[in-house]
């Protein structure tokens, strides 16, 4: 039986908040900003009709053979892994006037404003650059647990994520299924027009996916160069190539290394 409305709702870090509504922020701000939940959702973040103009951008740079196998990992351990990650994607430009692009670049930028505003924790990424790729996973792929930080990639703040599949339904599979803690966990179906915002440090996967193509617009929310973040030195480098980093553990021994350094 359905809940009667008003009915108290059970609330932990890791319950969505869900909201409609175009162009609204407020859903997706409030419930990060006490830093308790570390994702929201909102559905309609942009109505059918665009989700389906994007949709359409999307087969189009596809048959122009403008997506590629993803990667995984980064620096010199960067590689391709279609069982890990299976999905092609294309980096969007930063800027454009093109529709229905532009739109979506638009609603990034504002959700990255508001997002800044509303909370501390955020504030870095005001003024921040936000980096957009698109996603198609075909059937059978998916992309096993990860973070969108690493160690050479860490001025990552927030990851939205904008689904563009209108007729998805559960026995396709492909959630987003996202592990704020060791044990917790919680899915987001990849339903069109909906939007997830998480922090980028959280470790999240993308389930195996079992219907025809699923699409999606990710867009990395970074933290603005400041002055005591010192601009990147074009001095000598040490590279340093970590044969097991694809080890469940490694990654979080690289972390706490870098961060005790
Ligand atoms: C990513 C990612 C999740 C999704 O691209 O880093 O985790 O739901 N995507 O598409
Ligand atoms: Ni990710």
């Keep these: 039986t359905a809940a009667a409305p008003g009915a108290a709702k059970e609330e932990s870090p890791f319950t969505p908040a869900r909201s409609t509504g175009y162009n609204r922020y407020d859903a997706l701000t409030q419930p990060l900003a006490d830093g308790r939940r570390c994702f929201a959702v909102a559905d309609g973040f942009v109505s059918a009709a665009l989700a389906a103009e994007l949709r359409a951008m999307g087969g189009r740079m596809d048959d122009a053979g403008e997506l590629r196998p993803a990667g995984v990992g980064t620096g010199p351990t960067r590689r391709q892994d279609a069982a890990a990650r299976g999905d092609r994607i294309a980096w969007l430009p930063s800027a454009t006037e093109e529709f229905p692009l532009s739109i979506v670049l638009r609603q990034f930028a504002a959700l990255r404003d508001a997002l800044a505003g509303s909370a501390p924790r955020w504030a870095p990424m005001r003024g921040g650059e936000i980096k957009c790729m698109l996603a198609c996973y075909p059937t059978g792929s998916r992309y096993v647990k990860h973070r969108d930080t690493s ?86 480098k040490i590279l340093v190539a970590i044969a097991s980093y694809r080890d469940e553990e490694c990654p979080h021994t690289v972390d706490a290394l870098f961060a005790s350094a």
């Design 151 to 236: 160690p050479l990639c860490p001025d990552r703040v927030a990851t939205a994520i904008l689904y563009l599949n209108a007729d998805w339904t559960s026995g396709d599979g492909g959630e987003l299924a996202i592990h704020p803690d060791e044990g917790s966990s919680a899915t987001v179906a990849p339903a069109a027009g909906r939007l997830v915002v998480f922090d980028s440090r959280t470790e999240h996967e993308v389930l195996e996916f079992r219907g025809r193509e699923r699409w999606a617009i990710t867009g990395f929310l970074y933290r603005a160069e400041t002055a005591a973040s010192p601009p990147p030195s074009h001095g000598p």
